[in-house]
């Protein structure tokens, strides 16, 4: 069976997808996770500390993601072109991800601070959530250098493969902000082996 905690972002984040953040309402979170309502409050202390926790779940799923792709078959190349397409197809298919990498949130999504908040909650895991959120520039910074650790590289930031690894990154962002015409997905991975192709990394 799923934890209370899991159960509540997953029905939050079902919540979002069909109605604004300011619509969603506490009692039909806890209503369809099938927990009650003291047990929401108890995990996340407020509707703001509920938003929060969702937002960083998607945040640590998105760099998950990111692990997943660098730990694919194939070389250098082949890596960060599974990591662009991942940052597109995440951003496409999860608001709340897209936001985060773009700074774009909208009215229908939190309006949070990423700022860090007080948090006396005794939940490890609401404590972690209360903490800062991270800008679009640091989702950035940590993507290149999980590429970078994968791939190797020196010095600050990783030297040339750093800079390679946060091009990569920005360029899948800029078909998410200006999606690729023909191809989709395909288009993205041809973008990505070209740019890589003429700085070497063939």
């Known amino acids: 069976m799923m934890p209370a905690r899991e159960s509540l972002l997953d029905a939050a984040y079902a919540a979002v997808a069909r109605r604004p953040w300011a619509a969603v309402r506490m009692v039909d979170v806890a ?7 003291q047990t929401l409050y108890n995990e996340f202390g407020s509707k703001e500390g509920l ?25 250098a190349r082949e890596r960060l072109v599974a990591v662009a397409e991942w940052t597109v197809a995440a951003a496409r298919g999860n ?8 700074g774009c949130w909208g009215a229908r999504l939190p309006s949070l601070s990423l700022a860090a908040v007080a948090s006396s909650s ?20 940590a993507v290149r250098d999980r590429a970078v ?10 030297g040339e493969v750093g800079l390679i690894c946060e091009v990569v990154v920005r360029l899948a ?19 990505v082996r070209g740019a890589l192709y003429r700085q070497g990394l063939a």
Request: some cysteine; glycine content about 22%; hydrophobic content about 45%.
């Open 31 to 37: 209503a369809t996770a099938g927990v009650s309502r």
């Open 51 to 75: 938003a929060r926790a969702l937002v960083r779940r998607e945040a640590d799923g998105y760099l998950a993601g990111v692990e997943r792709a660098l730990g694919v078959q194939g070389d």
């Open 95 to 102: 608001a709340v991800v897209r936001a985060l990498l773009t």
């Open 122 to 141: 005794a939940v490890p895991a609401q404590r972690r959530a209360d903490g800062a959120l991270p800008s679009p520039g640091e989702l950035v910074r």
């Open 149 to 158: 650790a994968v791939l190797g590289g020196g010095g600050g930031g990783g």
């Open 173 to 191: 962002l800029s078909c998410v902000a200006a999606p690729p015409g023909e191809g989709g997905g395909g288009a993205v991975a041809e973008l």
